[in-house]
Every structure is written in structure tokens, then in C-alpha cells.
């Protein structure tokens, strides 16, 4: 590969600015279009399970953090809550972007605030997930950083979502997903949404603590269901 040909990938692949995307509280129009076309397929492939929904905060905005197992992630937390507060996810989209249809997709529909966990996103991060949850959007996203090595498993976490939360004054919401490593038609997929945690008081440390103490609680012991596993590769490998 030529120079010009390295710089032009480079240049493709850099992780865009954080606030690429506008984030509101209101649910667009396409947001509810996509919800209304997308929800029945994946119902239709795989079978969701929600406990604990009398836990979400009424109509206020809060941060939600959750373990992360694979692509379905983000999609099983949206279809398992309402469309309004808009839900913003925060995520890395620098290797999506190789997936051009994807890419296109996610920023059709909004509600993406891209990260950069090479070089770090600076203050325009920062400022942006204010300005959401201001704004009385919801902002949700992954505090270990990466995909997990296992079900039921917690890494370490980092400390982003309990900076957000104290500085606005915001409840953090955990929700345990099992289910979502590997994939398979019509696999059981279960969503634990614990209790809201108060920020008032705490230390970034502190809430950090038990924000994970929280979300390790939800995670029950996984065994592979029986049964066949239809188009696991290609579902499990689908973003």
C-alpha cells in the first residue's frame, strides 16, 4: 500500500467528532420509523426477556450503563425501552466505519455520540453528553469499553459515566444483559434493569464502585440453552 493510499485510509477511519449528531429528548420521526420496521424482525429472531422495568425513571433523564457482549447490545436496550426520552448511545465507530452500510445506517437514525478510545475525545465529549441529558435525553453506554470475554463477567470500568451523572445531577441506571455473546435463531436474550442509583453525596470513585457492584448483582449464571443453533455464525457476526 502507497502512502497516499495509508493517509486516505487513515483519514477514513478517524473516529468523528463527538458531536457529529444532534441529541434532544424528542424521538424523530425516523427514529420511530426504524423502531416500527426494526423491532418485529428482531422479535422475530430472537425472544427477549425484560424484568424490571418498573425500575426506569419516569420521563427523566438519566445515565444508563450496562455490560457489553456483542452488536445486539445496544439494539436489545432500545427495543426494551420506550422511544421517548431518546436514548443516546455512546460508542467507537472507528472499525464500523469499515462497514460502510452500517455506518450509513446508525447515522440515519441518530442517537450515536461518537467516542474516541484511542486519543481520547476531549471536552467537545464532555459537553455533549451535558447537553443531552440537559436537554432531558437519556445517554446509555458500556463502562467497561470493550466487548466482555464472557457471559455473567465484568471487567474493570471506567470512570466517564460517573462524571456525567454527578455533574448533572442524574441517576445512573444499570442493565444486565445475558444472552447476546454468541448468537443464534431465536435465542433467549434476558434484560435485568436494577434499581436507580443516587448519585447525591458520592465521589466519582464511589459511584464507579457501585455502579459495577450494581450491574455485577444483575448478571445471573449463564448456561448455554439446549436445542439447535440456527445461523449462529452469521448472527453472531452480523455487525
Known amino acids: ?18 458531536d457529529l449528531l444532534p441529541v434532544q429528548r424528542k424521538a424523530t420521526f425516523t427514529y420511530r420509523l426504524m423502531r ?5 424482525v428482531f422479535h422475530a429472531l430472537f425472544v427477549f426477556q425484560v424484568k424490571g422495568r418498573r425500575n426506569v425513571p419516569k420521563g427523566q433523564a438519566f445515565v444508563l450503563i450496562a455490560n457489553h457482549l456483542n452488536w445486539l447490545d445496544s439494539f436489545v436496550i432500545t427495543a426494551s425501552f420506550p ?39 476531549g ?16 445517554v446509555a453506554l458500556y463502562p467497561e469499553g470493550h466487548y466482555g470475554s464472557a ?17 448533572n445531577g442524574v441517576p445512573v441506571l444499570p442493565v444486565g444483559l445475558s444472552g447476546t455473546k454468541d448468537l443464534w435463531l431465536r435465542k433467549k ?12 453525596g458520592m465521589t466519582v470513585e464511589q459511584l464507579v464502585v457501585e455502579g459495577r457492584e450494581r ?14 443453533r440456527l445461523l449462529r455464525r452469521r448472527l453472531t457476526t452480523l455487525f
Not at 4 to 17: G, K
Not at 36 to 40: A, E, Q, T
Not at 125 to 134: E, G, S, T
Request: charged share 20%.
Open 215 to 228: 450491574l455485577a448483582a444483575l448478571l445471573p449464571a449463564y448456561r448455554d440453552p439446549r436445542g439447535p
Open 83 to 121: 422511544p421517548q426520552p431518546r436514548l443516546h448511545f455512546l460508542g467507537d465507530p472507528y472499525l464500523l466505519q469499515t462497514r460502510r452500510f452500517q455506518w450509513r445506517f446508525i447515522r440515519s437514525i441518530g442517537g450515536y455520540i461518537p467516542v474516541n478510545n484511542r486519543q481520547g475525545s
Open 189 to 200: 436474550i434476558l434484560v435485568f434493569v436494577g434499581e436507580p442509583i443516587d448519585p447525591t
Open 36 to 40: 416500527s420496521v426494526l423491532l418485529p
Open 151 to 167: 457471559e455473567g463477567e465484568l471487567g474493570e470500568f471506567k470512570k466517564g459515566f460517573a462524571h456525567f451523572a454527578l455533574k
Open 1 to 18: 500500500m502507497g502512502r497516499s493510499d495509508a493517509n486516505a485510509t487513515a483519514a477514513e477511519l478517524s473516529t468523528p467528532a463527538a
Open 123 to 138: 471536552p467537545a465529549l464532555y459537553q455533549h453528553v451535558d447537553k443531552c441529558l440537559q436537554r432531558g435525553g437519556r
